[in-house]
């Protein structure tokens, strides 16, 4: 069975910093791979998906995500932050035509104004 | 709809009770996913419904937990005999196709004393 990991359970920064969250999965096969954001009191919303072609995704809000098929990652970056980005990341998955998704414990990120 | 809408916010009650958890997805999502959401925890698969019917039911911790589907819309999550360990908040989601983006609710807290 497929798996995802988020190494970074709390992330703390300062406004302005850059900002890179660890994603690695594991699963041999074909993946599809997204980051979802959850802002204090909000809804668990989409930032991102890779399903194929270019490695490299924009999401909303200036973030963007690489996947690295060689090191089954799918890191999430944004070269500022703001204090508005403060909140609740979580990697998932889907693999091998399930419908299933695979959620990663989620990292909370606290940007200091 | 405009979104993902489940009831109730909130819902407080005693071990060994019964509750109904409520979820109206987006209409004409096909894709209907239930989750549990504990304290420092990633989303918990529960059970996913296409349409009316429900293929994967394996995260279903207990046979205490059940859910239905009608008219390919409103799904219902029942809990019964509550035990404390079920406290949680759980989510649900909904999609248009199983393999896209999913639209999530704003949950419903469920404390049991």
């Known amino acids: 069975a497929q798996s995802v990991s988020q190494h970074n359970h709390h992330v703390i920064l300062s406004e302005a910093a850059s900002l890179e969250l660890g994603c690695n999965y594991s699963?041999?096969?074909?993946?599809?791979l997204f980051w979802y954001v959850q802002y204090p009191g909000q809804h668990l919303q989409l930032l991102l998906k890779?399903?194929?072609?270019?490695?490299l995704v924009k999401g909303i809000k200036g973030f963007e995500a690489e996947f690295i098929k060689s090191k089954f990652s799918f890191n999430l970056r944004k070269p500022s932050v703001q204090w508005s980005d403060t909140a609740e990341y979580f990697c998932?998955?889907?693999?091998?035509?399930?419908?299933?998704?695979?959620f990663g414990r989620g990292t909370s990120l606290i940007v200091h104004p | 709809g405009a979104g993902v809408s489940q009831s109730p916010s909130n819902k407080v009650t005693e071990k060994g009770k019964d509750v109904e958890l409520r979820c109206d997805p987006i209409?004409?999502?096909?894709?209907l996913y239930w989750y549990r959401q504990s304290l420092g925890q990633g989303l918990e698969f529960l059970i996913y419904?296409?349409?009316?019917?429900?293929?994967?039911k394996s995260g279903l911790p207990s046979d205490r937990f059940s859910a239905e589907r009608t008219g390919g819309s409103v799904s219902t999550l029942t809990i019964q005999r509550t035990q404390q360990e079920d406290s949680a908040v759980y989510l649900c989601?909904?999609?248009?196709?199983?393999?896209?983006?999913?639209?999530f609710g704003p949950g419903t807290r469920l404390t049991v004393l």
């Open positions: 989601a909904s999609s248009f196709m199983g393999d896209n983006e999913q639209f």
């Open positions: 699963y041999g096969g074909t993946v599809n």
């Open positions: 890779y399903f194929s072609g270019d490695p």
């Open positions: 998932a998955l889907t693999a091998g035509g399930s419908y299933i998704p695979t």
């Open positions: 209409s004409g999502h096909t894709a």
């Open positions: 419904f296409q349409g009316n019917s429900a293929p994967d």
